[in-house]
Nanobody, 123 residues
Framework: QVQLVESGGGSVQAGGSLTLSCAAS????????MGWFRQAPGKEREGVAT???????VYTDSVKGRFTISKDNAKNTLYLQMNSLKPEDTAMYYC?????????????????WGQGTQVTVSS
């Protein structure tokens, strides 16, 4: 069973930065298709970024050039560096994992989910 625990959320002013972390456990190697999602109040959950086992990344258009997804296999940790934050980035952020290679072809991971971490950006 895979467990995912997010951290690093908080409150920042517009233009600020935050780095989210997602610590993974419960399997012997950290080599999954991984991703970040977010859900704002009253809105559907949306995909933010994915990173596959070969390091290839995909970003939703609204965060391109501002957010960077990365992972440290030695630490079994996924990251989301968020710069130039905007009020519309305010949401609960979740990490997710799926089978190796699943992210290829534009798929978003959905097999395992964390509990989320709140990001609030004030204007």
């Amino acid at each position: 069973q895979v467990q995912l625990v997010e951290s690093g959320g908080g409150s920042v002013q517009a233009g600020g930065s935050l780095t989210l972390s997602c610590a993974a456990s419960g399997y012997t190697y950290f080599d999954y298709c991984m991703g970040w999602f977010r859900q704002a109040p009253g809105k559907e959950r949306e995909g933010v970024a994915t990173i596959d086992t070969d390091g290839s990344t995909v970003y939703t258009d609204s965060v391109k050039g501002r957010f960077t997804i990365s992972k440290d296999n030695a630490k079994n940790t996924l990251y989301l560096q968020m710069n130039s934050l905007k009020p519309e980035d305010t949401a609960m952020y979740y990490c997710a994992a799926d089978a190796p290679g699943y992210c290829s072809g534009g798929h978003w991971p959905s097999g395992y989910w964390g509990q989320g971490t709140q990001v609030t950006v004030s204007s």
